[in-house]
């Protein structure tokens, strides 16, 4: 049995996204040869949502070590959030006990810490041992720049870390085994980045979908508050991130709805809930939707609540709407993680994403509901027009999708673990 350090900051019961590849691949990981130990921070010192039944999901025999951080009561005084700086320093040294005590094959850095990803190459040259990266995000991001769009957190602290990313993540990127990316427009960007690096050293690896989730839904009994599913109302449910990149998508939402609204569509029952749409704190948390339906007569029937919602209770919330709809960003390679619970929730859907998103794809292959495309020359006008001939006037937000199950299945955390494993069976086998 080959062992494998994985190193991932946030996890259950953190409520987060970017520890979702790592908890879905855990419970298949031996019957592919690999037990793992998880080293990750310990939730008192995250600063994020918890949600207790997370844990539930993670088998009990994983050798899972927690490790402190630098108390966001005292970083803060220093105006610091950010994770990596308040915990690198201890991930380092519990780290080396770690790989100096229960040696591994292998380091696998699945987060969106990536100020954590250097630790890679500080156990490769003290221990010998070779790393793959996860890139769930671009580490080194233009896309503000490029857009004039203002950055989460603001243009300074964006513009700090981006000058500390583009000093780290060459050397990193370099001295990694192996790199799983979770779009394709990664590859190409990362190879025009550091043209060294050949394309056999990456792998496309969407985040996968378990029905393990919906089953705990179920015998947990899980409940949710968000609207009441018998009120006689049509509940369309969103739930997940918003921001300036992706009001070009929404504002094509709500246009079409209200044109297909004036012309006489039977929609005065419909209720959308656009939830845990702003990653900041409770008292700093933005409305990016409520403005939009504001200014296009709509507010009535949209609810934003821009608090992060416990991730089984989004299940359910998914399981219980009318239909579900899914923005996507004006970049082409945002992929959405929540993609595969909505299509496993099977309700009807109505995706709108750049035409260049891996989602448009994988929408296609399951047959899983209405994908609407768009690209950087398209007007808000024409995107809605399309909505209305393809959701509306089609009445597809009634008809539940006819999903290709069987092409859903490469989508499943047993199908995409034993991937991943494959990858790290190559990376040890080849290793010197």
């Not at 004039?148 to 981006?162: C, E």
């Not at 390679?333 to 496993?344: D, G, H, N, Q, V």
Request: glycine share 6%; aromatic share 10%.
């Amino acid at each position: 049995m080959r062992h494998v350090l994985i190193v991932s900051p946030r996890f259950p019961p953190i409520n987060a996204a970017d520890h979702q590849r790592v908890r879905m691949a855990i419970p298949y990981l031996e019957s592919f040869g690999w037990r793992a130990t998880v080293l990750y921070v310990k939730p008192q010192f995250v600063g994020a949502g918890l949600d207790p039944l997370l844990e539930k999901s993670i088998p009990s025999e994983v050798n899972c070590v927690g490790t402190d951080a630098i108390p966001l009561k005292i970083s803060k005084k220093f105006g610091i959030g950010s994770l990596t700086l308040r915990c690198r320093g201890r991930l380092a040294r519990t780290g080396d006990r770690i790989l100096a005590n229960d040696p591994c094959d292998l380091v696998y850095f699945s987060t969106t810490e990536f100020g954590a990803m250097p630790l890679g190459r500080r156990w490769q040259q003290r221990f010998n041992v070779p790393y793959v990266l996860d890139i769930q995000d671009p580490w080194v991001n233009d896309h503000y720049k490029r857009t004039g769009q203002r950055p989460p957190g603001g243009k300074i602290k964006h513009g700090i870390t981006q000058w500390f990313a583009a000093r780290a993540e060459p050397a990193t990127m370099r001295g990694a085994a192996h790199t799983t990316v979770v779009s394709e427009h990664y590859i190409s960007n990362l190879i025009a980045l550091y043209p060294d690096l050949s394309p056999d050293r990456f792998t496309t690896l969407p985040f996968a979908a378990t029905p393990r989730d919906y089953e705990l839904v179920a015998e947990e009994n899980v409940v949710q508050d968000k609207f009441d599913p018998s009120d006689g109302l049509d509940h369309w449910v969103y739930i997940g991130r918003c921001g300036p990149d992706m009001k070009f998508s929404l504002t094509a939402m709500l246009l079409a709805f209200r044109n297909a609204l004036q012309s006489g569509q039977p929609l005065e029952h419909v209720r959308m809930h656009f939830l845990g749409t702003d990653y900041a704190n409770k008292d700093q948390a933005r409305h990016w939707v409520s403005p939009i339906a504001k200014e296009l007569g709509v507010a009535e029937y949209v609810t934003e609540v821009p608090d992060r919602v416990p991730y089984f209770q989004v299940l359910r919330c998914l399981q219980q709407a009318s239909a579900l709809i899914v923005p996507g960003s004006d970049d082409p390679r945002y992929t959405a993680s929540k993609l595969y619970p909505y299509i496993s929730a099977a309700r009807p859907c109505l995706t709108v994403f750049h035409q260049d998103s891996s989602v448009n794809g994988i929408m296609s292959e399951t047959k899983a509901g209405v994908a609407v495309t768009f690209d950087s020359g398209d007007s808000v006008e024409s995107v809605a027009k399309r909505i209305e001939q393809d959701w509306f006037s089609a009445k597809q937000y009634s008809c539940v999708p006819e999903t290709n199950w069987d092409a859903f299945a490469p989508y499943t955390a047993e199908s995409m673990t034993r991937r991943l494993t494959q990858i790290f069976d190559a990376v040890v086998d080849e290793s010197p």
